[in-house]
């Protein structure tokens, strides 16, 4: 029981911090909050990605070529130019490390107003950070696993950030339904979505990418939305007003 409880603190923890911080705020700047704030969020989202950490600022210039490019051949990661989600999972990957590592600058278009800590990133990046967190998860493995399968979950640890994103890219443009016309692929996965913390109505959210809600009809439900709305109600964060 502990380890399921920790693989699902884990699993709901590491998106909740991908949809809120690297998605709605650093890729979308759905929100305004304090710089205080804003550290606090950054160190959270290392924290609770661990081993699998994604770096804001390249996931927030993958993601805007992503909208802008959306089902075409520019776009970074479109299920629609790889045989398995696989090729699509080592294709970002390689694309990701080119803006990590700044080898490529992306187009003007796509660049800054995204959290930046220099510090955080470049450590959180290194082989060193992924490993020691790897361990750690291990480690709680050895001393609460009751049964040999739960460590067949450890993987899913290890690589917990890339497997959400494989998800909501692969699934969200290929699978569901669409309430819009966006000129693209995407889906709206509505059965396996609360798993997904709302990050798999991406045909709502490609009609209206700057909406800090994605949902759109009245039996859709984004889970995120009322925790940002507190959120704006006890002044941590100031949701941006988007013009329908």
């Not at 759905?30 to 994604?54: A, D, P, W």
């Not at 507190?230 to 964060?237: K, Y």
Request: charged residues 15%; positive net charge; hydrophobic residues 45%.
């Amino acid at each position: 029981m502990i380890i399921l409880i920790f693989f699902l603190a884990h699993w709901f923890l590491s998106l909740f911090f991908q949809t809120f911080f690297l998605h709605r705020y650093a890729s979308h700047k759905m929100f305004s909050t304090h710089k205080i704030n804003e550290r606090i969020f950054h160190l959270m989202t290392f924290v609770c990605q661990g081993s699998s950490y994604l770096n804001p600022r390249a996931y927030a210039i993958m993601h805007r070529e992503h909208h802008a490019y959306s089902d075409t051949e520019k776009d970074p990661h479109s299920p629609y130019f790889f045989t398995d989600v696989f090729q699509m999972m080592w294709r970002t990957a390689q694309s990701y490390k080119l803006y990590e590592k700044r080898l490529k600058e992306p187009d003007t278009q796509f660049a800054g107003y995204f959290p930046e800590w220099r510090l955080l990133d470049y450590w959180g990046s290194t082989y060193a950070s992924r490993i020691l967190f790897g361990l750690g998860y291990v480690a709680f493995y050895i001393a609460f696993a009751t049964h040999w399968w739960m460590f067949l979950l450890l993987p899913v640890h290890f690589l917990m950030g890339p497997i959400h994103g494989a998800i909501v890219n692969w699934c969200g443009h290929k699978y569901g339904y669409s309430n819009f016309d966006n000129g693209d692929k995407s889906k709206n996965t509505f059965f396996i979505d609360l798993l997904m913390l709302g990050e798999l109505f991406q045909n709502n959210h490609h009609k209206r990418p700057n909406s800090s809600n994605f949902a759109a009809r009245w039996f859709e439900f984004d889970p995120v939305y009322p925790v940002m709305r507190v959120m704006h109600w006890v002044r941590i964060i100031k949701l941006r007003k988007v013009v329908a």
